[in-house]
């Protein structure tokens, strides 16, 4: 079956580490994304990439990092200096182009900091 | 810039009720795509519907229709015969035609038996 998929589901750090999230697509979409998503509030973006070794940063980019090394892989590094990095992530891919093709979205990844 | 509004943050409706779903869109573009998206409790986003700039259509899909009205740079939602299954946050999103989509605050839906 073709999706997204995303791990692991929820995701506990201490205070001052870096934890990454995984996010792969076997749906052969050559963009991605990463949002972030806070109770009450619509998705905000992290962090996008329209091929692969490119990516460029969203709306909240600060305290995160990616890579896009291969087409299907597009993970989420969650650093230290990210504030306050309790959120539900969502990763997404589309088909690149027009902005007329939608995103398919991934389960998503809880984080908590304790 | 782009921008989406939902005013209505929480709505709470007994079973078989109709209910709608606002969503007030602004952009400076002649080109763009309008989107609604399901979160259900689970938390993954379900894609609903993607209308273009070009295409007033309303579109009805069983008990689900949208109203698409450029007059008023609005994409409202409506559930007919709403059921406990619909209880969910609902997203609207808008996407330029070069540029990347961006979301409402939600809308969440709660259905009581």
């Known amino acids: 079956d073709g999706g997204i998929t995303q791990s692991p589901k929820y995701l506990f750090r201490k205070e001052g580490q870096n934890v990454t999230l995984s996010c792969e697509q076997n749906?052969?979409?050559?963009?991605m994304y990463w949002y972030r998503q806070d109770p009450g509030q619509g998705l905000r973006l992290i962090y996008y990439?329209?091929?692969?070794?490119?990516?460029q940063k969203g709306d909240i980019a600060e305290g995160y990092s990616v890579s896009r090394e291969k087409k299907e892989s597009f993970p989420l590094t969650v650093t230290s200096a990210q504030k306050n990095p309790t959120a539900f992530y969502l990763c997404?891919?589309?088909?690149?182009?027009?902005?007329?093709?939608?995103?398919?979205f991934g389960p998503g990844t809880r984080l908590t900091v304790l | 810039a782009q921008k989406v509004t939902q005013a209505q943050t929480e709505i709470s409706v007994v079973e078989k009720e109709d209910v709608t779903l606002d969503c007030v869109y602004e952009?400076?573009?002649?080109?763009?795509?309008l989107f609604w998206y399901k979160q259900p409790p689970s938390g993954e986003l379900v894609f609903l519907i993607r209308?273009?700039?070009?295409?007033?259509q309303n579109e009805i899909s069983g008990r689900y229709s949208w109203n698409f009205q450029k007059s008023t740079s609005s994409f409202n939602f409506t559930i007919t015969a709403s059921q406990v299954v619909d209880s969910a946050v609902y997203f609207c999103?808008?996407?330029?035609?070069?540029?990347?989509?961006?979301f409402g605050a939600g809308t969440r839906l709660t259905v009581k038996p």
């Open positions: 997404a891919s589309r088909i690149s182009g027009t902005g007329g093709n939608e995103q398919f």
């Open positions: 749906l052969n979409h050559d963009a």
């Open positions: 990439s329209q091929i692969v070794n490119d990516f």
């Open positions: 952009t400076r573009d002649t080109t763009y795509y």
């Open positions: 209308r273009n700039s070009f295409d007033e």
């Open positions: 999103a808008l996407s330029e035609a070069w540029d990347d989509m961006r």
